[in-house]
T-cell receptor
Framework: NAGVTQTPKFQVLKTGQSMTLQCAQD?????MYWYRQDPGMGLRLIYY???????DKGEVPNGYNVSRLNKREFSLRLESAAPSQTSVYFC????????????FGPGTRLLVL | SQKIEQNSEALNIQEGKTATLTCNYT??????LQWYRQDPGRGPVFLLL?????KEKRKERLKVTFDTTLKQSLFHITASQPADSATYLC????????????FGTGTLLAVQP
């Protein structure tokens, strides 16, 4: 998990509340990703940013918005949390070009009541 | 849509034996395939990448094979140790230059001393 930090580590929300998950990197990589991980479902891509200034939807974008604030930071916002968004959220980064390895952050555990 | 299958049942082996994990995929021809390790409560960590034109890749006690005809990758850990106990995820590349990955659900490996 070197180079990728996520805040908060754990959060409890009530249905309808909003929150922003933060991700920051110090590896100067161009691409950043948000995944959610649920038991039996594996990691699923929510949104990604191929480079600063661009964002695009992944497999499960509904209920989420993202913002690529600068090259270092990529935030994920839940405008109105639902129990179905209870999950572990991972941010990942990657260089573009021939180096396709993704580096993951430690995760944010979110519980929506 | 792309589909990845990993054995959902845990694999239990004795220390010193070779562990073999399977990843099967359908409906896609990825340019490369990756394997990650995930420990409880932590983000995935990259292990190996193998490209479509490579049959085999090795790194220390790890070996990955990639059979694009069978649409299958095998992940081997030789001389397994209890410290190798973790969940192992395979991931397929899609999306061209955007380096998007689709992940399998993972296989839990337990190495008994």
């Amino acid at each position: 998990n070197a180079g990728v930090t996520q805040t908060p580590k754990f959060q409890v929300l009530k249905t309808g509340q909003s929150m922003t998950l933060q991700c920051a990197q110090d590896m100067n990589h161009n691409s950043m990703y948000w995944y959610r991980q649920d038991p039996g479902m594996g990691l699923r891509l929510i949104y990604y940013s191929a480079s600063e200034g661009t964002t695009d939807k992944g497999e499960v974008p509904n209920g989420y918005n993202v913002s690529r604030l600068n090259k270092r930071e990529f935030s994920l916002r839940l405008e109105s949390a639902a129990p179905s968004q209870t999950s572990v959220y991972f941010c990942a980064i990657a260089e573009q070009g021939s180096k396709e390895t993704q580096y993951f952050g430690p995760g944010t555990r979110l519980l929506v009541l | 849509s792309q589909k990845i299958e990993q054995n959902s049942e845990a694999l239990n082996i004795q220390e010193g034996k070779t562990a073999t994990l399977t990843c099967n995929y359908t409906n896609y021809s990825p340019a490369y395939l990756q394997w990650y390790r995930q420990d409880p409560g932590r983000g995935p960590v990259f292990l190996l990448l193998i490209r479509e034109n490579e049959k085999e890749k090795r790194k220390e006690r790890l070996k990955v094979t990639f059979d694009t005809t069978l649409k299958q990758s095998l992940f081997h850990i030789t001389a397994s140790q209890p410290a190798d106990s973790a969940t192992y995820l395979c991931a397929l590349q899609y999306g061209g230059a955007t380096n998007k990955l689709i992940f399998g659900t993972g296989t839990l490996l337990a190495v008994q001393p």
